[in-house]
């Protein structure tokens, strides 16, 4: 299984990243073990997506041994959610991640004082740069009975362009969004300028495993066994091996990000 990728920060921990965007100047950039060039690969991604959308969550219970779900609750936690906040969910087409924000406020506001959450209006706002991501996400929704809820916002959007107004969200997370994003710089820079003060930034991305022996067992279990189930459940054996050389490329980006975030690229 993968190990876990794991990074809060408060607002101001981003600031950094305002002036970082201009050291982007590279041409090339990865999509899995591959070097292609920056414009080439929102558009490969996108297609990666697009093809494995209506399967998504299944494969990350492969892809994590069903740890995703523990280690959203805990990126949950960590945000800790409350009554009437504004919060921006990135690369949550499927709704995994809000469905969870959305429903800890409201055990927090029936604990804590049931009618101050009839007077507070939540907002989660879901955005994946994906249309059929979105669509999987609504669709869950309904089946949850969440297809009305004024609470939830699908948008589609860039990580790296955000439309929302600075300021403006209480708490900002992307869960397994972080790694496919062209220039992390751009995408944190967005995070820092919707956020308001004092807002809360949570990231949660995979990782490589560290254990000699179990690397070895998840090496193959990564490039043997997932690749053949992704083809088998969704006929596309190429889409998923890419998800798990990102998976192996990013941890030579963790760093890196927390450097960012920390103000010491």
């Excluded at 890419?242 to 103000?263: A, C, M, T, W």
Aim: aromatic share 10%.
């Amino acid at each position: 299984m993968a190990s876990l990728a794991f990074v809060r920060a408060s607002r101001s921990k981003l600031l950094p990243l305002l002036s970082s965007t201009s050291r982007l100047h590279s041409h090339a950039t990865s999509f899995g073990f591959k070097e292609v060039r920056e414009e080439e690969k929102s558009q490969m991604v996108g297609n990666v997506f697009s093809s494995v959308a209506s399967n998504y969550d299944v494969m990350n219970d492969v892809m994590s041994a069903g740890l995703h779900r523990l280690w959203k609750d805990r990126l949950v936690e960590e945000l800790n959610p409350f009554p009437g906040m504004k919060h921006l969910d990135v690369a949550g087409g499927t709704g995994d991640v809000a469905f969870r924000v959305l429903d800890s406020i409201k055990r927090r506001a029936l604990r804590d004082a049931p009618e101050h959450y009839l007077q507070e209006e939540t907002t989660i706002y879901v955005c994946d740069i994906n249309p059929k991501m979105l669509d999987v996400g609504k669709k869950r929704a309904s089946e949850r009975g969440l297809g009305g809820d004024r609470s939830l916002i699908w948008v589609e959007g860039d990580a790296e362009a955000l439309t929302f107004e600075d300021n403006s969200m209480d708490g900002y997370t992307i869960a397994f969004g972080i790694r496919n994003v062209t220039h992390i710089e751009k995408a944190l820079a967005e995070a820092y300028r919707v956020l308001r003060r004092g807002g809360r930034f949570v990231c949660l991305e995979l990782s490589h495993v560290e254990t000699p022996v179990f690397k070895q067992l998840y090496d193959y279990y990564s490039f043997f066994v997932i690749p053949a189930v992704g083809e088998v459940v969704a006929g596309d054996r190429e889409s998923y091996q890419y998800l798990v050389e990102s998976i192996r490329r990013f941890p030579s980006q963790v760093d890196k990000v927390v450097r960012l975030i920390i103000g010491e690229a």
